[in-house]
T-cell receptor
Framework: QKEVEQNSGPLSVPEGAIASLNCTYS??????FFWYRQYSGKSPELIMF????GDKEDGRFTAQLNKASQYVSLLIRDSQPSDSATYLC?????????????FGKGTKLSVKP | EAQVTQNPRYLITVTGKKLTVTCSQN?????MSWYRQDPGLGLRQIYY???????DKGDVPEGYKVSRKEKRNFPLILESPSPNQTSLYFC????????????FGDGTRLSIL
């Protein structure tokens, strides 16, 4: 059973702080990793994807991947109240169809003004 | 505008009455998927399709059918809906390539009484 694990939260951080969201996955053959943001009642929207070990930065967001530890994280710098949402980690498993994306249950982030 | 369109957005119906949720994408994507999202369970894949006439089961296919007769359309069919299929449903599509993100529709909130 391929699994993607996230802390459900809620993770509460003050405005301006760094929010750190973590995700672990069970299959070492995983190829690509995505972070989605989902506001309540809305559809998930892509924030970032990463497929090489190391860091990938896009504005206030940094994704970090460590395949040896089967760990992927998302850092949000200078957190804003508008960042309050549920963050979904998704993993594309090697060997399965490219459409077979496995999602974690999400971490709820609350940024306090 | 690139988009995935689902209809209806909301539906309340009764047990056993066949229903279809339509999904259409205008991005010429090969891959399309259906997910359901339930509190505490996250996003779970129901079915996915890799191209016209090619479909495969996801994690929770029981009670659902799909078809892919045209590249742009991927309807979800509930032949005999039951209350445990009450959920928020998302259709998604993406291009081929292991690092291609999913593009989600706005969701269909389905209530089976």
């Amino acid at each position: 059973q391929k699994e993607v694990e996230q802390n459900s939260g809620p993770l509460s951080v003050p405005e301006g702080a760094i929010a750190s969201l973590n995700c672990t996955y069970s299959d070492r053959g995983s190829q690509s990793f995505f972070w989605y943001r989902q506001y309540s009642g809305k559809s998930p929207e892509l924030i970032m994807f990463i497929y090489s070990n190391g860091d990938k930065e896009d504005g206030r967001f940094t994704a970090q991947l460590n395949k040896a530890s089967q760990y992927v994280s998302l850092l949000i710098r200078d957190s804003q109240p508008s960042d309050s949402a549920t963050y979904l980690c998704a993993v594309n498993y090697y060997g399965g169809s490219q459409g077979n994306l496995i999602f974690g249950k999400g971490t709820k982030l609350s940024v306090k003004p | 505008e690139a988009q995935v369109t689902q209809n209806p957005r909301y539906l309340i119906t009764v047990t056993g009455k066949k229903l279809t949720v339509t999904c259409s994408q205008n991005m010429n994507h090969e891959y399309m998927s259906w997910y359901r999202q339930d509190p505490g369970l996250g996003l779970r894949q129901i079915y996915y399709s890799m191209n016209v006439e090619v479909t495969d089961k996801g994690d929770v296919p029981e009670g659902y059918k799909v078809s892919r007769k045209e590249k742009r359309n991927f309807p979800l069919i509930l032949e005999s809906p039951s209350p445990n299929q009450t959920s928020l449903y998302f259709c998604a599509s993406h291009a081929s390539g292991f690092n291609q993100p999913q593009h989600f529709g706005d969701g269909t909130r389905l209530s089976i009484l």
